[in-house]
């Protein structure tokens, strides 16, 4: 039985209302010179954000637009439901449609985080900004972090698409637009590259767990173990094969309606590895190749996504 999700239904609608109303032009601002869609973020929020104090036991979950943070979501929590069936000793009586919270940290109003004092644990927090932009509470508690990372081409093709049907979001009337684009630093939540190279400082911290897309799609059986062992979250096999069947691309989509109500029809579109074989140019290949060859080479994160397996035509 999916959870109600009627908040976040509610403010991708009235997001994607107001932007429908507003010339390109309009909907992005820059804080601390990252570009942010207006109507999902504002000054106001990110500063009110700096107050968020994280638990020990939170779950907080950090990937750039497009690298699957949505998918990795469903898994999350329901990990985190099952740690709470084998924790609990009494039955919970919060109301959760009540307390019910837009995942993303950096999405909603200045109150939020006042709000979110309510959430009972192990909560399942979402972001896509860099570590430097994080409230510090995430990093003194030593909060769980994991860090879901994709390969760059693949991240290009799917937010290329991701913009053509998402109204709060700049649209680009070529692909070749929008590579220039994503090339220059004009994405929402910024560039990748510097996304990658900013969280690569954590890469070693004991409390940080880099997941890639690719090695997910792969073996999602071995990831859930894995990320489930990270969280101190025991399973059953009965559990196991719960979890990965749920966070399956197919049982996903099917259910989109439910958990993410129009917005999911834009979300779930492919859910493959290699999408960008159509749309590179041999040029952009060479561009993109040298960008990470620039940033990434050589670092834990750049090893971690395996480049010459995944991004080499």
């Given at each position: 039985m999916e959870k109600p999700r009627q908040k976040f239904k509610d403010i991708i609608d009235q997001a994607s209302a107001a932007a429908s109303k507003m010339h390109r032009d309009e909907l992005m601002f820059l804080y601390k010179g990252?570009?942010?869609?207006?109507?999902?973020?504002?000054?106001?929020?990110?500063?009110?954000?700096?107050?968020?104090?994280?638990?020990?036991?939170d779950i907080i979950l950090a990937g750039?637009?497009?690298s699957g943070t949505n998918w990795l979501t469903q898994i999350l929590n329901d990990?985190?439901?099952?740690?709470?069936?084998?924790?609990?000793?009494?039955?919970?009586?919060?109301?959760?449609?009540?307390?019910?919270?837009?995942?993303?940290?950096?999405?909603?109003?200045?109150?939020k985080y006042e709000r979110m004092k309510r959430l009972p644990s192990r909560r399942v927090i979402v972001t896509h900004l860099r570590p430097e932009y994080l409230p510090r509470s995430i990093f003194k508690n030593k909060a769980k972090i994991l860090l879901l990372i994709r390969n760059p081409k693949d991240v290009a093709t799917s937010f290329y698409h991701f913009t053509k049907r998402m109204a709060p979001l700049p649209?680009?009337?070529?692909?070749?637009?929008?590579?220039?684009?994503?090339?220059?630093?004009?994405?929402?939540?910024?560039?990748?590259?510097?996304?990658?190279s900013e969280w690569n400082k954590y890469a070693d911290d004991e409390n940080v767990m880099a997941v890639t897309y690719e090695e997910l799609k792969e073996n999602r059986v071995v990831g859930v173990k894995n990320i489930a062992a990270f969280l101190g979250i025991s399973m059953t096999e009965a559990e196991l094969q719960s979890v990965v069947e749920r966070s399956s691309f197919q049982s996903m989509k099917k259910n989109s309606d439910k958990t993410h109500g129009s917005f999911g029809e834009i979300l779930f579109r492919k859910g493959g590895v290699s999408d960008w074989k159509n749309l590179f140019s041999e040029d952009q290949n060479e561009k993109m190749d040298k960008a990470f060859e620039e940033h990434m080479r050589g670092t834990k994160l750049g090893?971690?996504?395996?480049?010459?397996?995944?991004c080499k035509a």
């Open positions: 990252v570009p942010y869609p207006v109507t999902f973020c504002s000054p106001e929020v990110f500063r009110a954000m700096e107050s968020f104090e994280a638990r020990s036991d750039y637009p497009k990990l985190a439901d099952i740690h709470e069936k084998k924790t609990q000793n009494k039955q919970n009586t919060v109301d959760n449609e009540e307390l019910e919270e837009f995942p993303y940290l950096e999405v909603g109003d200045t109150e649209s680009y009337e070529t692909w070749d637009d929008f590579f220039e684009a994503f090339m220059t630093n004009k994405m929402a939540w910024g560039c990748y590259f510097q996304y990658l090893t971690k996504l395996k480049y010459e397996m995944y």
